[in-house]
Structures are given as structure tokens and as C-alpha cells.
């Protein structure tokens, strides 16, 4: 009987010598608003201590997330009960912030066909931005590209910095230039000193009018004004 127990005590301490803890994956890094899940295989009973939040728990997986950046640390603990035995296993998980990405139209968001605006994107110096549709930008790979799209156009940029990629869309809306002809109840031009004569800018869709040299104008803004120049002068109307 002696010689059987201590053949038993030997077997149960070598066996023990085999268990082993193993955890996936190993480490990582995530970005902030990201998940990660673990799962320990190897032992009978699986427990973790999450150093950051002190959470425990005894289930074969844990899920780790954190809206903070930094290096933090789980531990994952494992137990055999015959034979006896424990086993720990360190994961040391990164955790990088997702960039918070937006864009800025030097034009603002409308603007006649023909026109460019600069898209100005932040955060400025990440690790890389891709743009699409590139068709109408100066560069698809920089924080800062020319737009000249000549229809509306919603643009996307995708910012990857520390491993941590975010996206961001802008819709430049463009209209079509206007188009505008002149008409006066004097056909040919011509008027006496001291007399008036009207004159109609006509454009397409509603505009806005500035009329120059206003000084011989009953008014510079309107779509018909009234001129009553004391020489021979070039009306030029702009409309937007």
C-alpha cells in the first residue's frame, strides 16, 4: 500500500507539472469604443481580474472594453482540482483613440457650378486619410484637397491614426450659374438728357441683383430700375 501511494503522489505531482493556461488572443490593441474578447482553454476553472475596471468573473471568456486611452492589463487565472494545480496568464491590451473626424468647406456647403471649395479635414497630421470620390479633388491622401465637382457631390474621408481608422462625409451642393439678359423700353439705346428709361435683368430662378453705376439708378438692387443718366453710360448688372 505504501508503494501505491507514493506511486499515486507521484503521478498526481507530474501530471500537475502539465497543466497549462493559454489565452486568445495574446496581446492586442483595440481603439477606444472597440471590444475585444478573450478566452482561456487549458484548465478546468478560468477565472479574470480586469485590472482597469476590477471586474471579475469565472467564465471560459471575458470581453474587455474602455472609452480611456492607455496600456492596461488582464489577468486570467486557471484551476485544475485533480489534480491540483493553478496557472495565471498576463494580456496586455492597448488601447488608442478613435479619431473624432470632420470636415470644413472654405465655401460652405452651396456654390455655383464652375466654383472650388477647400475641404479641410481634423484631425490634421494622422497617420493617413483617403478620399472618394477623388474624380474631382486635387488629392485623395491629405487632411486638406481642392473640390471642384461640377454636380452635387457628398465626399468621404476615411482617417487612420494609431491603428484607429474613422469616417466623415460633406455634400457640396452645386447649383447652376446663373444666366442673365438686359432689356430696355428704348431698343436702341438711346435716350435725351434728362429723360429716363427702363431697364429689366432677366435671369433664370430666383437671384439677387446689383446694379452699377448706381448713382443714375432709382434703385441698384431691384430687377427693374430706372435710369436716368446725364451722359452717355455702361450699365452692367451682377447677379447672384
Aim: hydrophobic share 40%; glycine share 6%.
Amino acid at each position: 500500500m505504501k508503494r501505491i501511494a507514493t506511486l499515486l503522489g507521484i503521478i498526481l505531482i507530474s501530471a500537475s507539472s502539465f497543466a497549462q493556461l493559454s489565452v486568445s488572443p495574446g496581446d492586442t490593441s483595440i481603439c477606444t469604443g472597440e471590444s475585444v474578447t478573450y478566452t482561456a482553454s487549458g484548465m478546468l476553472i478560468m477565472g479574470w481580474l480586469d485590472t482597469l475596471n476590477q471586474d471579475t468573473t469565472t467564465n471560459p471568456s471575458y470581453q474587455f472594453s474602455t472609452d480611456s486611452v492607455g496600456t492596461f492589463a488582464i489577468l486570467a487565472i486557471g484551476l485544475d482540482v485533480l489534480p491540483a494545480d493553478t496557472d495565471t496568464v498576463v494580456v496586455i491590451i492597448t488601447v488608442n483613440q478613435m479619431p473624432d473626424v470632420a470636415i470644413v468647406s472654405s465655401a460652405g456647403s452651396e456654390f455655383c457650378s464652375g466654383s472650388s471649395s477647400e475641404l479641410i479635414v481634423t484631425p490634421a497630421a494622422a497617420d493617413s486619410y483617403m478620399w472618394s470620390p477623388a474624380g474631382s479633388l486635387s488629392s485623395d491622401s491629405t487632411d486638406t484637397v481642392m473640390a471642384s465637382p461640377t454636380t452635387t457631390t457628398e465626399y468621404f474621408v476615411t482617417v487612420t491614426d494609431n491603428g484607429c481608422s474613422a469616417t466623415a462625409s460633406i455634400t457640396l451642393t452645386v447649383n447652376p450659374s446663373p444666366s442673365v439678359t438686359i432689356t430696355s423700353d428704348d431698343d436702341n439705346g438711346n435716350v435725351c438728357a434728362g429723360n429716363s428709361v427702363t431697364m429689366t435683368a432677366v435671369a433664370n430662378g430666383i437671384a439677387t441683383y446689383e446694379w452699377s453705376p448706381g448713382t443714375s439708378l432709382n434703385d441698384s438692387t431691384s430687377m427693374t430700375v430706372i435710369v436716368t443718366p446725364s451722359a452717355s453710360t455702361i450699365y452692367t448688372v451682377v447677379v447672384t
